[in-house]
């Protein structure tokens, strides 16, 4: 998809689709995109990751998020979940292994199918929001009686039209926000579907990479904090970068984040911790 085309029009939304990288080899990996986003943000990092590692790179598109607001409306959180799970399954027929990422809400989908599909190898985890700001805490609390004011929170961009939460003024007007505005029952979604994956987490005895930015405004780097509470085993790193907000894969530190995971990937003995 040519960049160009990465513009917020209304309603309806800039077309996108499902993001693969295959070349017939022996392991997969499967990432998930963030809520009202799209693979494309994942792209640089899959393309990355395609060309370093020994493994097909698959980015889905998650159920409501390809045309307008009402189609992302009408989604319930199990169907991302049982998206997410139905690939893996079909991908586990061709694969001799699988291993599992996503981004923001995308890590609750990459840690669920882990839990629920022991073959998975590993999983990696970037800006997970367990954990918010005081506000949006109690926005969420609050959101049943919000949602009988009003439909849709509008999303918030900088003085120039660009996202704000990337700090890399060039990427902040290449990688916009996806939807002007967002369904307060699809975030109400999404917070059923952050409540069940964080009420799992002490299950979790798996590899685990978790990367984080110290300046998120959105996931809070309070969440490194959470997670270092469930996740003791040796199996498990957090790595904290400084320079990105909560789009770490198309920011500044993208080049840190995408060493890492590869790093983490390639290690068959499970050395990397820490």
């Not at 494309?40 to 045309?67: I, K, M, W």
Request: some cysteine; proline content about 5%.
């Amino acid at each position: 998809m040519s960049r160009k085309a990465l513009k917020m029009t209304g309603m309806s939304i800039r077309k996108t689709e499902d993001l693969c990288f295959v070349k017939g080899r022996p392991r997969a990996l499967i990432l998930f995109h963030g809520f009202s986003d799209e693979p494309e943000t994942l792209r640089p990092l899959a393309e990355y990751l395609f060309q370093h590692l020994d493994a097909d790179v698959y980015v889905p598109l998650l159920s409501g998020h390809g045309n307008t607001l009402a189609d992302l409306e009408k989604v319930h959180f199990k169907e991302w979940i049982t998206q997410a799970e139905k690939l893996i399954k079909q991908l586990k027929e061709t694969y001799a292994r699988i291993d599992v990422a996503g981004f923001s809400m995308g890590s609750f989908l990459a840690l669920n199918a882990r839990l629920e599909i022991p073959s998975i190898q590993k999983a990696v985890i970037i800006a997970p929001p367990f954990v918010f700001p005081p506000g949006r805490s109690s926005a969420l609390f609050f959101l049943p009686v919000i949602r009988l004011l009003k439909k849709y929170k509008r999303k918030r961009l900088d003085e120039q039209g660009g996202n704000r939460h990337i700090y890399e003024k060039k990427q902040r007007l290449i990688y916009l926000p996806r939807f002007k505005k967002e369904p307060l029952k699809s975030i109400e979604e999404f917070n059923h579907l952050r409540k069940k994956v964080k009420k799992r987490l002490k299950k979790i005895d798996f590899p685990v990479l978790a990367i984080f930015a110290l300046d998120d405004r959105v996931a809070v780097i309070r969440n490194r904090i959470l997670l270092s509470r469930f996740f003791k085993h040796n199996y498990y790193r957090s790595v904290t970068v400084v320079r990105s907000g909560h789009m770490i894969p198309v920011d500044y530190d993208r080049f840190i984040l995408f060493d890492e995971i590869k790093q983490f990937l390639q290690d068959n003995e499970g050395r990397y911790h820490g």
